[in-house]
């Protein structure tokens, strides 16, 4: 344990002597409280929870697919992450400070979304709700979380980065995290069941809300982070093969 503390406070010192790599994970979720939230849901104490909510799993993907993704990416380009792998704690103690650091920097990014939510909106939610909350984001950010070390160990830095953006907006939109429950356009309302983000983000509503899960979605989501578990295991092995051999 102590290793893993050790690896996770090197990596989080690392980050934060960066404060626009920090800022910038939460900025876009906190920007579209401000622009989308806040002036169109604001007044409305149910669409403010459930539009809160989204930016909550907006900002766990957002700071999941680029904090592993892009972070593992660059780590591999550099001969240090060669090094530690090499050493004889092995790389599980490296592994787990990296998840721990992903997760700090997941709850820094959603910190101006709740507080933004609370000041400025009518959103309400009780400590029992924000609790069962907190337990659904942490579910909902498993399959992003997958996704993004999937991206981090299968690709170089620079296609790590373009293949995050790419499909970033897609999950988001497409899952609905962009308008409220039920309010989607028809195709969105279609696809979203099958997509991780509304898995995700149905759980959420749920602990915050009167909203019934899909069955649908929660299979969906299932089936999501068990297939970004195996291609992100698939990912680790391959780079390992290629690193040692």
Same mark, same amino acid.
């Given at each position: 344990?102590? &290793?893993?503390?050790?690896?996770?406070?090197?990596?989080?010192? *690392?980050?934060?002597?960066?404060?626009?790599?920090?800022?910038?994970?939460?900025?876009?979720? =906190?920007?579209?409280? &401000?622009?989308?939230?806040?002036?169109?849901?604001?007044?409305?104490?149910?669409?403010?929870?459930?539009?809160?909510?989204?930016?909550?799993?907006?900002a766990?993907?957002?700071s999941?697919?680029? %904090?592993y993704?892009?972070?593992?990416a660059?780590d591999?380009?550099? @001969?240090?992450?060669t090094y530690?792998?090499? #050493?004889?704690?092995? @790389?599980?103690?490296?592994?787990?400070?990296?998840i721990?650091?992903?997760?700090?920097?997941?709850?820094?990014?959603?910190?101006?979304v709740?507080?933004?939510?609370?000041?400025f909106?009518?959103?309400?939610?009780?400590p &029992?709700?924000?609790?069962? =909350?907190?337990?659904?984001?942490? &579910?909902?950010? #498993?399959?992003?979380?997958?996704?993004?070390?999937?991206?981090?160990?299968?690709?170089?830095?620079?296609?790590?980065?373009?293949?995050?953006?790419?499909?970033?907006f897609?999950?988001?939109?497409g899952g609905?995290?962009?308008? =409220?429950?039920?309010?989607? @356009?028809?195709?969105? *309302?279609?696809?979203?069941?099958?997509?991780? %983000?509304?898995? =995700?983000?149905?759980?959420?509503?749920?602990?915050?809300?009167?909203?019934?899960?899909?069955?649908?979605?929660?299979a969906?989501?299932?089936?999501? %982070?068990?297939?970004?578990?195996?291609?992100?295991?698939?990912?680790?092995r391959?780079?390992?093969? *290629?690193?040692?051999?």
């Open positions: 344990m102590s &290793l893993v503390l050790t690896h996770t406070r090197y990596r989080i010192l *690392e980050t934060v002597r960066i404060p626009v790599a920090v800022l910038g994970g939460a900025f876009f979720p =906190a920007a579209s409280m &401000l622009f989308f939230v806040v002036p169109f849901a604001g007044d409305d104490p149910v669409g403010a929870t459930y539009a809160t909510a989204s930016m909550v799993m907006f766990v993907m957002t999941s697919l680029f %904090t993704g892009v972070g593992v660059d591999r380009a550099q @001969p240090w992450g530690v792998r090499t #050493l004889p704690a092995g @790389p599980g103690a490296a592994f787990a400070g990296r721990l650091t992903g997760l700090t920097m997941m709850g820094i990014s959603l910190v101006p709740v507080i933004i939510g609370w000041l909106t009518a959103a309400t939610a009780s &029992l709700q924000l609790l069962v =909350a907190l337990g659904a984001v942490a &579910l909902g950010a #498993l399959p992003f979380t997958f996704m993004g070390l999937a991206i981090g160990y299968w690709l170089p830095t620079k296609a790590a980065l373009a293949v995050a953006q790419i499909i970033f897609p999950l988001a939109f609905g995290l962009l308008s =409220a429950p039920g309010s989607a @356009p028809g195709f969105v *309302e279609t696809i979203a069941p099958y997509l991780p %983000t509304r898995g =995700a983000v149905e759980l959420v509503w749920a602990s915050v809300g009167d909203f019934p899960v899909s069955a649908t979605s929660m969906a989501l299932v089936a999501w %982070t068990a297939a970004m578990a195996a291609l992100a295991a698939w990912a680790y391959r780079d390992e093969g *290629e690193r040692f051999r």
